[in-house]
């Protein structure tokens, strides 16, 4: 084999790695190695100049691969790869050895760092002898969208979408669209209605020439991947109706959530005393103008009981956020409704977070409302109350803002009902290809920097699917997933990296122990050809199926068996 | 056993005061900001949690609204403008009308209209009273002498009547106090020992009124300590000097300067509480019940009404002095039988017992079983 002309950069990174390591050292021991042609020490490598030094060496010393031994790839391989490609090179024949986080910040002795160092470019210089150029993948990017769900969040992205001109199909379960928050009357803190919120958002996505609404109707498959996903879409009103097929290039989950099952908790008495209701069905009463006990009475004395089935170690151990607000929604509804009635709102921690929250908070002191707070993994226990007595219930709890057990009178009691991921969060998780958490919440790309997305490419989440939230936040996630869509379809074709998992298919046995082991799903079965192929725009080179093939039939491009053999074989001699 | 809830409690409240206690959401800064409030009577908080939650007899066995001067800290100090001071406050107003077994009490806290009639009233029996019994026995244009109008013996007889009536009454809502707050409770053995040992207590704080001294602001204490002061110097004046009072036209120093220093006092006292309550000036004048403006009222007008009367009797105008007498004794008298025992002016008798039984009931406290004392951390505050 003929040695390619290779340079050899040692960053310094001002002291971080030249404290420890001897770095001029390690660029005479590169000079040395074979086919390197030139090799530098220099202070920054990632600085200009430093990139520059790269660019003209290639140039003038007609360089053929580039090894930058500095800090993690992670970190500055992408800036060096463009060096390589403005210098005229493929940016695959580069490689860098991490000298920094996996040497000189966990070395003290300088003579053993830096003999380490040489290793790990010694290695590097082998590996990058036998890498090969290679192209990147470009996919087309279908401006269609698939929407999951038309709740808040579905509608809302919905529209976004639509008002830039795209297409949207909405796929609703239900008969209507509006999802929870059809069931609801008034939202916190505010106090607007939310039919109004409601009304406009089904009337413009009704309306809208660019959203085609499937009511009753649910996703039957998804094939396909990042901006080239085919749905097949089935009526659950009428089976002969049968299927339909749509191109998208997108999809976004809004499946949002269910409540709590009240009846759960025995010592709250749901199902047993007629007045102890949950919380959508005092929304139903409000809704209807009427707030009664089941003997058609307006109730005196009225408690609202939090974090049923929320932050509790038997039941569910997260907060579902939108609680706390609502209670205090409730107290000024039966307030306003009832003045004279009394409001007890049993808490364990008043969750006001939200803008306008704590002001609430404070108003809802103002009405009077009799605030109880009780301890985390207690519960309130609630029974009829003897006949005779002025209300027709008593709810026994250990009271901590005064240290008592206390009876609180009630003729109402309301559940706090929590949130709870949907019955058939699984099978929409298998259909669309993304993970759940221990709580059956769908999860994110990243908690911080990419909320919205998940691990499978072209899949957005939004809403209460993704976690409990509050209308706003709903909103707001809703419109940056159809952002995040629309700067796609904008770019109007997708770029893949070159680095992925190939079959070779004279080799393939086609015994499908990859297609079950890979976690993006990115292996599919030819049933004609019997052998397996990846789809390379969804592959993300993890090597999972290149390991496990027993026929060797897989080979990750930029991770052939000669590069990690080569590169062994340099840290060892 | 479980404690029951009353939240129809602070609406009651509210008619003493009491207005904005359910803003509270127990941060608990009343308490630290403080001076009085320390281990076993720590407030305001705590008896604001008793308010809101309506555990009346909890609130009915507190001593701790008597123990707090309203220097207005705590009001200032809250973050959700719940007036934690006003609510003690209201808190010793209610206590008044619960001590009260009569129920005058409590329909005077209630209705501003009812006292101010009823003063009105026995303002009105008073001066028909004294009108008749002068000119049944005495000439309105003599002040002194066997012919006087009104002779200082027999208002001597009358004053040491209607004081008997007042301590009589005063005495047994005490007792009624000291059953709600030390008596009734059987957690606690008070030893008789205790009872006379700190019996020195009581005069030292009417006299003293030493833990006002320990607010931050000294400024109200010493106004307060004149007022009270000289409302004392001229009660005994009246109550064992009062031929000497009377006598004259000639001015009889040994007694009279006494007189004046005490006149001086009542006046600058009542003027700068009603300036201040006037101008609103710190968090504890802010809000003023009906109870506390006619307090003050009633005061300076007595006060008035008695320079006048020395005046006009030192002048030699012995009818305008009788008339102002009898003005005088008018206002005088509803102020004494209904406004001490029944208003505001019990304080002066409740604020002393209750630093008593605090003291002896902290004595008893402490020969309580530790076991029984609250140690969780929530319920110090």
């Known amino acids: 084999m003929e040695e390619p002309r290779i340079g050899v950069y040692v960053c310094n990174c001002g002291t971080n790695i030249a404290k420890v390591v001897d770095c001029d050292a390690v660029a005479e021991f590169a000079a040395k190695l074979p086919g390197v042609v030139v090799a530098r020490s220099y202070k920054y490598m990632c600085s200009n100049p430093g990139q520059e030094m790269i660019v003209q060496d290639i140039e003038e010393q007609s360089l053929e691969r580039v090894v930058v031994a500095a800090c993690s790839p992670r970190m500055h391989e992408q800036t060096f790869r463009r060096a390589l490609e403005t210098a005229g090179l493929n940016p695959y024949l580069f490689e860098m050895a991490n000298i920094r986080e996996q040497c000189s910040w966990v070395h003290d002795d300088g003579a053993i760092a830096t003999e380490k160092a040489q290793a790990l470019v010694h290695a590097a210089v082998n590996r990058v002898a036998r890498h090969e150029p290679l192209e990147r993948m470009s996919v087309d990017m279908c401006p269609n969208t698939l929407v999951i769900g038309g709740g808040i969040a579905g509608m809302t992205a919905a529209l976004e979408l639509a008002d830039a001109g795209k297409r949207v199909y909405l796929v609703e379960k239900q008969d209507h669209l509006g999802g929870n928050i059809a069931r609801v009357d008034l939202t916190a803190p505010y106090l607007d209605s939310a039919r109004d919120i409601l009304t406009y958002l089904v009337t413009r996505v009704l309306e809208h020439d660019n959203i085609e609404v499937m009511t009753e109707s649910r996703v039957e498959r998804l094939d396909g991947f990042v901006g080239n996903f085919k749905a097949t879409l089935g009526s659950l009103a009428n089976a002969a109706d049968g299927n339909a097929a749509v191109d998208v290039g997108s999809v976004i989950v809004c499946t949002g959530y269910k409540e709590f099952d009240a009846a759960r908790i025995t010592h709250y008495g749901y199902g047993k005393l007629p007045n102890v209701i949950t919380s959508f069905e005092l929304e139903r009463m409000l809704r209807q103008g009427r707030i009664e006990t089941k003997e058609g009475r307006p109730p005196q004395f009225v408690a609202i009981v939090h974090c049923v089935g929320s932050r509790s170690e038997e039941y569910h151990s997260y907060c579902s956020r939108v609680c706390c607000m609502t209670a205090l929604k409730y107290a000024h509804e039966v307030k306003s409704a009832l003045p004279k009635s009394y409001v007890s709102d049993v808490y364990v921690d008043m969750h006001a977070f939200g803008k306008g929250c704590e002001d609430f908070y404070r108003q809802s002191s103002e009405v009077k409302t009799l605030f109880l707070m009780y301890g985390r993994g207690e519960h309130p226990v609630i029974r009829k109350a003897d006949p005779g007595d002025e209300c027709g219930m008593l709810i026994e709890v250990n009271e901590l803002l005064s240290g008592e057990t206390v009876e609180i009178p009630a003729d109402l009691v309301i559940l706090m009902v929590g949130m709870e991921p949907r019955e058939d969060v699984d099978d929409v998780a298998h259909l669309v290809s993304i993970s759940t958490d221990k709580d059956g919440w769908f999860i994110e790309s990243h908690p911080k920097l990419d909320p919205v997305a998940t691990t499978t490419d072209g899949i957005f989440i939004a809403g209460a699917c993704q976690a409990p939230k509050d209308i706003p936040d709903t909103v707001a996630q809703a419109r940056a997933a159809a952002a995040r869509i629309l700067a796609r379809i904008a770019r109007g074709k997708l770029v893949v990296d070159a680095v992925y998992a190939e079959v070779d298919e004279d080799r393939c046995s086609g015994c499908r122990v990859c297609n079950e082991l890979c976690p993006y799903v990115a292996i599919e079965y030819d049933e004609t050809k019997r052998r397996s192929h990846i789809i390379s725009a969804l592959c993300k080179a993890c090597g999972a199926c290149v390991a496990a093939c027993p026929s060797g039939a897989i080979k990750a491009r930029h991770f052939t068996d000669e590069q990690i053999f080569a590169e062994i074989e340099g840290v060892l001699e | ?381």
């Open chain 2, 1 to 381: 056993m479980a404690l029951r809830i009353n939240p129809k409690l602070i609406d009651e409240l509210e008619v003493y005061g009491a207005e904005d206690v359910s803003k509270c959401y127990h941060c608990g800064n009343c308490s630290a900001v403080c001076v009085h409030s320390s281990d076993p009577y720590v407030f305001p908080r705590r008896s604001m949690r008793n308010l809101q939650m309506g555990l009346e007899d909890k609130l009915k066995g507190g001593l701790e609204p008597w123990l707090c001067y309203y220097c207005g800290e705590c009001s200032e100090q809250c973050p959700r403008e719940a007036e934690p001071g006003e609510t003690m406050m209201s808190l010793r107003r209610w206590l008044t009308s619960r001590y009260d077994w009569t129920g005058i009490s409590r329909l005077f806290y209630r209705s501003w209209r009812w006292e101010v009639g009823a003063i009105l009233l026995v303002g009105f029996l008073t001066a028909l009273g004294f009108l008749l019994f002068g000119f049944s026995q005495g000439s309105i244009t003599h002040y002194n002498g066997s012919n006087a109008f009104l002779p200082s013996s027999k208002i001597h007889v009358f004053d040491w009547t209607l004081a008997m009536l007042l301590l009589a009454v005063l005495l047994s809502n005490a007792a009624r106090m000291w059953w709600y707050t030390v008596g009734r409770d059987r957690s606690v053995k008070v030893p008789m020992k205790s009872y006379i040992t700190k019996a020195y207590l009581l005069p030292a704080h009417f006299i003293t009124q030493m833990r006002y001294a320990k607010c931050a602001r000294k400024t109200p204490w010493l106004t307060h300590l004149v007022l009270m002061l000289s409302y004392l110097t001229m009660l005994v004046l009246i109550m064992f000097f009062l031929s000497k009072m009377a006598s004259g036209p000639k001015i009889d120093w040994y007694v009279h300067i006494f007189g004046y220093l005490a006149t001086v006092g009542l006046v600058v006292g009542s003027v700068l509480f009603l300036r201040n309550r006037l101008r609103k000036s710190s968090a504890q004048y802010t809000h003023s019940h009906e109870s506390d403006w006619l307090f003050l009222v009633l005061l300076l007008v007595v006060t008035l009404t008695g320079i006048s009367q020395s005046i006009l009797h030192h002048s030699g105008v012995d009818v305008a002095a009788n008339i102002m007498y009898v003005v005088h004794l008018s206002v005088v008298v509803p102020m004494l039988a209904l406004e001490v025992p029944f208003g505001k002016w019990s304080h002066l008798a409740y604020r002393p017992l209750a630093m008593y039984f605090a003291d002896v009931r902290a004595e008893g406290l402490t020969r309580r079983e530790p076991a029984s004392v609250p140690s969780e951390g929530l319920r110090a505050a």
